[in-house]
Structures are given as C-alpha cells and as structure tokens.
C-alpha cells in the first residue's frame, strides 16, 4: 500500500503532465490558427495589390490623352497604304475641321492645292493627301498643310482598347520631305519625332 504522501506525489505528477500536454496543444493549435491568419492576410494583400493595379492601368487606359505614345512594329500589322482622299474616315476629317475651325477640303496626291496663302484661287483645298495609312491599331495621316507656313503634317489616330474607336489623336511634328510610308514608319517607330501637345492650330 502507497502512503498517503505517495498517492498525493503521483496524482500531482499526473496532472502536471497533464497540465504540460494542454499547454504545448494548446500552443500548437495557437501556432495553427496564427499561420492560416497570416495566410488569409497575405492573400488578401495579394489580390488587395492586382485590383489596384488593374484600376491603374485603367485608368492609364481611359486618361490616355495623358501618355506619350511609343510606336513599334505590332502598330504596323495587316496594314493598308492609301493614296486617295476618298480612303480618309470621316471621323478623321470631322476631327481636323473642328481643330482648325473652319471647312476643310482635300486635294489627292496629284491634284493642285492651295500650297501658299497667296490666293491665286480660292476654290482649291488647303491639304493635300501624301498618303494615309491605316492598320488594326492605328489610322496614320500624313498630308501637305498649305498656306501660311506650309508644312507637312502627320497625325496619329490610335485605337481606345475599351471602346474599339481611333479616338485618340496624336499630332507630331516630324522631319520634313518623307516620301514614302516605309520611311515614315522608321521615323515612327525609331522615336524620331516630337509630340505636339498643343496641336489645334496644326491641323
């Protein structure tokens, strides 16, 4: 038979053993439900970042008018080259007219203009088409503005990847005498050119 005192000693090391394995379980569980918060929160900080980058990007997209556009080869695919005043949208034209105020009227490439603002006759139009050329992503107008300090001029309608529409006019101020698309093109994608963030009066 065990003492009085050697049944106390017993029942006290069984409830501290007791006592330890609810501890070290509890601080177990504890460490489990801590990670799988810290989990959750890092998730959630995760996707917290996408949805702000997303609603930047958007907004890069819809505030456009804002960025400098940079031209590369894939502006330049399934493109077209047209030499006719006729091959010009409306919506271009539309543009131009409201920018410069007044009724705008075109010549074709090998058709008379009025290239100085001496009127010799004022039935002729003011621009006259070099070519334009129009691709999946950009409508690109290149054309003779005549009159006082006749000039080349070329401007860039590019396609709103929300919308779908060319809605985006950029005029550049660009080297004078190109000839060909081909040329133009390299000069675009090459970076050799000024944008014109003040642009009515250039139409």
Same mark, same amino acid.
């Given at each position: 038979?065990? &003492? $009085?005192? *050697? @049944?106390?000693?017993?029942?006290? =090391?069984? !409830?501290? %053993? *007791?006592?330890?394995?609810?501890?070290? &379980?509890?601080?177990?569980?504890?460490?489990?439900?801590?990670?799988?918060?810290?989990? +959750?929160? /890092?998730?959630?900080?995760?996707? %917290? @970042?996408?949805?702000?980058?997303?609603? $930047?990007?958007?907004?890069?997209?819809?505030?456009? =008018?804002?960025?400098?556009?940079?031209?590369?080869?894939?502006?330049?695919? @399934?493109?077209?080259?047209?030499?006719?005043?006729s091959a010009i949208p409306c919506f271009i034209k539309r543009k131009i007219k =409201?920018?410069?105020? #007044?009724?705008?009227?075109?010549?074709?490439?090998?058709?008379?203009?009025? &290239? +100085?603002?001496?009127?010799?006759?004022?039935?002729?139009?003011? %621009?006259?088409?070099?070519?334009?050329? !129009? +691709?999946?992503?950009?409508?690109?107008?290149?054309?003779?503005? /005549? /009159? %006082?300090? !006749?000039?080349?001029?070329?401007?860039?309608?590019?396609?709103?990847?929300?919308?779908?529409?060319?809605?985006?006019?950029?005029?550049?101020?660009? !080297? =004078? /005498?190109?000839?060909?698309?081909? *040329?133009?093109?390299?000069?675009?994608?090459? #970076?050799?050119?000024? *944008?014109?963030?003040?642009? &009515?009066?250039?139409?």
């Amino acid at each position: 038979m065990k &003492s $009085l005192v *050697e @049944n106390t000693q017993d029942w006290l =090391q069984t !409830k501290d %053993r *007791e006592g330890l394995l609810y501890f070290y &379980s509890a601080r177990w569980m504890g460490h489990k439900t801590t990670n799988r918060r810290r989990k +959750t929160k /890092g998730k959630y900080i995760v996707m %917290r @970042n996408i949805l702000i980058l997303l609603f $930047l990007s958007f907004l890069g997209v819809v505030k456009g =008018q804002q960025q400098d556009y940079m031209f590369s080869e894939k502006d330049f695919i @399934n493109e077209k080259i047209y030499y006719k005043k006729s091959a010009i949208p409306c919506f271009i034209k539309r543009k131009i007219k =409201q920018a410069s105020g #007044g009724k705008i009227r075109w010549a074709n490439p090998d058709k008379k203009y009025r &290239s +100085t603002d001496v009127v010799n006759n004022p039935l002729l139009p003011s %621009r006259r088409l070099i070519f334009f050329i !129009k +691709t999946d992503k950009i409508n690109v107008l290149y054309y003779e503005h /005549g /009159g %006082r300090g !006749k000039h080349e001029h070329c401007i860039v309608f590019v396609k709103d990847s929300i919308s779908g529409k060319f809605n985006y006019p950029i005029s550049l101020g660009i !080297k =004078q /005498g190109i000839l060909s698309p081909e *040329e133009l093109k390299k000069h675009l994608i090459e #970076g050799r050119y000024s *944008e014109l963030k003040d642009h &009515s009066c250039q139409f």
